[in-house]
């Protein structure tokens, strides 16, 4: 979609072709981070381009540490803290220390798409589960999909494509649901979380701490979205200081970050977020965005789960076959991704991380998509 947005652009011109199909942050990094990266650039320290432990700076770790410990009911220290690449790179790790060959990874649908491919690097195996009308997590649906090959669940709240944010309540009785199932085979059933959004929500809601809710917990994020940098490839793995054979499983992950090919996180990007940690990008501006699109494309007859976070749109697709739809929208020059890329036909998503004006002047073209079937 990305392509073809590239060349319908050429041939329609910028201004008529309205692409919702990428992820890619519209609003520009903080003020603070051009500061920081400007004085960053006049350090004339010795060695700040060189290799440097395979974990991470340690006074990058640190300040991660802190700053979790500042907001979980866990103390953190930098020995739970791997910078990564992006929370690409973090899912990577993660996966490539707990992960033995057809391990089983239980993943709620609709998901990020690239699990699979993440899941396939380290010869695990994808157990793909549903969730209820609004996207909550389907509980029962889980509790069925465990086996005695269940290596862990990996969830992702603000969840892309459909901005949900799973509540304390669901998130303990998943918490409740892997205790079971570690004690019934005598090891632990990890816990997953995706969260490079955390920072990206709306209408004054919070997204649950998984560490305070299981201890056999790890944390996937990065920089990308909150402050806006998913080209300078920063981000970290967080362990939950409780979770047994810590020292094993962070040995693990350090050695899988070198081997991985990726050696360590961008060295300039590290020394950067010491000072960003509790910074980032005007999210009421992403919020003002969702709130456009969701009043254009009710009065148009759209039917969708308002987004609690993140910056995507999930409706439903007016006809049963999704791809058919995006098509259609297509032909008006509106580029989206069709449900089933994300495990769940019947459904489209619109990625509104897009100037204003995109939304507004798109209307007209998802106005004429949906005539076309209703
Ligand atoms: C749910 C989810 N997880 C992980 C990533 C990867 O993030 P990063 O660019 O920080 O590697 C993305 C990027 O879009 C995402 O949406």
Same mark, same amino acid.
């Given at each position: 979609m990305f392509e073809e947005g590239i060349r319908r652009k050429a041939?329609?011109?910028?201004?008529? @072709?309205?692409?919702?199909?990428?992820?890619?942050?519209i609003i520009e990094p903080p003020s603070e981070f051009k500061l920081i990266l400007s004085q960053l650039a006049n350090d004339t320290g010795s060695g700040r381009h060189a290799y440097m432990p395979n974990a991470g700076y340690a006074e990058t770790r640190q300040a991660v540490a802190d700053y979790l410990t500042r907001h979980n009911q866990r103390r953190f220290s930098s020995s739970d803290i791997v910078m990564t690449v992006g929370a690409g790179g973090a899912l990577n790790v993660i996966l490539k220390t707990i992960l033995d060959p057809n391990d089983e990874v239980i993943i709620p649908s609709p998901y990020f798409v690239e699990y699979?491919?993440?899941?396939?690097?380290?010869?695990?195996?994808p157990m793909i589960v549903g969730t209820r009308s609004d996207f909550s997590l389907d509980l029962n649906a889980i509790d069925e999909a465990f086996t005695e090959k269940t290596k862990a669940v990996l969830i992702n709240s603000p969840n892309n494509p459909t901005g949900k944010v799973y509540s304390e309540e669901e998130l303990r009785e998943l918490g409740r649901l892997l205790n079971e199932q570690s004690q019934r085979f005598g090891r632990p059933v990890y816990l997953i979380s995706d969260e490079p959004y955390r920072k990206i929500v709306y209408d004054g809601i919070e997204v649950p701490s998984i560490f305070n809710i299981y201890k056999e917990s790890f944390v996937a994020?990065?920089?990308? #979205?909150?402050l806006s940098l998913p080209g300078e490839r920063i981000g970290y793995a967080a362990v939950n200081p409780d979770i047994l054979e810590k020292d094993l499983?962070?040995?693990?992950?350090?050695?899988?970050?070198?081997?991985?090919?990726?050696?360590?996180?961008?060295?300039?990007?590290?020394?950067?977020?010491?000072?960003?940690?509790?910074?980032? @990008?005007?999210?009421?501006? &992403?919020? #003002?965005?969702?709130?456009?699109?969701?009043?254009?494309?009710?009065?148009?007859? &759209?039917?969708?789960?308002?987004?609690?976070?993140?910056? &995507?749109?999930?409706p #439903?697709?007016?006809?049963?076959?999704?791809?058919?739809?995006?098509s259609a929208?297509?032909?008006?020059?509106?580029?989206?991704?069709?449900g089933s890329g994300f495990g769940c036909p019947g459904h489209f998503r619109i990625a509104y991380c897009v100037p204003d004006s995109v939304i507004e002047r798109s209307m007209t073209g998802f106005g004429k998509a949906i005539k076309r079937y209703v």
């Open positions: 041939l329609y011109g910028d201004d008529n @072709v309205y692409d919702f199909s990428l992820g890619n942050p699979n491919f993440y899941l396939e690097n380290h010869q695990g195996v994020t990065s920089f990308s #979205k909150d499983i962070v040995d693990g992950m350090v050695l899988s970050n070198r081997i991985l090919g990726y050696v360590n996180a961008p060295a300039l990007m590290q020394r950067a977020i010491i000072g960003l940690l509790d910074v980032s @990008v005007e999210v009421s501006l &992403y919020q #003002k965005k969702r709130d456009m699109l969701c009043a254009g494309l009710t009065s148009l007859g &759209y039917q969708y789960v308002k987004p609690q976070g993140a910056f &995507y749109l999930f #439903k697709s007016p006809i049963e076959d999704d791809v058919e739809f995006v929208l297509k032909e008006e020059n509106v580029l989206t991704v069709p």
